[in-house]
């Protein structure tokens, strides 16, 4: 089975500009959860998809968004990019078959903000 | 907000050398997953443990849950340098959102 998938795996943008990030969840799950990784805050929630819904959010500003399709891929989208904004975003899916389910997690997409 | 600190934040120790991690919150979690990150590459997981005071043994790996379910050890016995890493802790606090912990950095030289 194949594992997730994220594109691109790396990206530079400058500030105030846009970018968008890809997810392919593992065929079958239903459930993609973005992370943020910085060397300063660690691994931090963004927000979680089930079925198209956003379903669960963490403590981040309205820049950060998401969605996801009916094949269950999922993209966020960060607007007015700031120089914090650089790390490594996580993606992870899981089957959903409990509150505690599995999450595989994709190599991520490291976006450097200059 | 759920904070889980984790000590140290880095080890350097020699192949075969015994080491443990510690996981630590002042919230309770239903359970806590273990996992393990490589450079270029989004964390794997090791371990949930789900009951308080729980031990689990994945070969030389040994994973304690606290009794009160608000902390957590990580012991690896006689390590090698394949366990070189970044380990993280991590607790659900709602359907299917994880708190990470702060880190902690291994390496483990020949």
């Known amino acids: 089975k194949a594992g997730v998938t994220q594109t691109p795996r790396y990206l530079i943008k400058t500030r105030g500009q846009q970018v968008t990030l890809s997810c392919s969840p593992i065929?079958?799950?239903?459930?993609v959860s973005w992370y943020q990784q910085t060397p300063g805050q660690g691994l931090q929630f963004l927000f979680e998809y089930f079925s198209e819904t956003q379903r669960n959010k963490g403590n981040f500003p309205g820049r950060f968004s998401g969605r996801q399709f009916s094949n269950s891929r999922s993209e966020m989208n960060v607007s007015t990019l700031e120089l914090g904004d650089s790390a490594l975003y996580l993606c992870?899916?899981?089957?959903?078959?409990?509150?505690?389910?599995?999450?595989?997690f994709g190599p991520g997409t490291r976006l450097t903000v200059l | 907000t759920q904070l889980l600190e984790q000590s140290p934040q880095f080890l350097s120790i020699q192949e075969g050398e015994n080491l443990t991690v510690y996981c630590n919150s002042s919230s309770v979690f239903s359970s806590l997953q273990w996992y393990r990150q490589e450079p270029g590459e989004g964390p794997v997981l090791l371990v949930t443990v789900v009951t308080g005071g729980e031990v689990k043994k994945l070969k030389r790996l040994t994973f304690q849950f606290g009794d009160a379910r608000k902390d957590s050890s990580l012991h690896i016995t006689a390590a090698q340098p394949g366990d070189t890493g970044l380990y993280l802790c991590a607790g659900f606090t709602g359907f299917q959102k994880l708190v990470f912990g702060t880190g902690t950095r291994l390496l483990v030289s020949p």
């Open positions: 992870a899916s899981s089957s959903d078959r409990g509150p505690t389910d599995t999450q595989y």
């Open positions: 065929s079958g799950h239903r459930s």
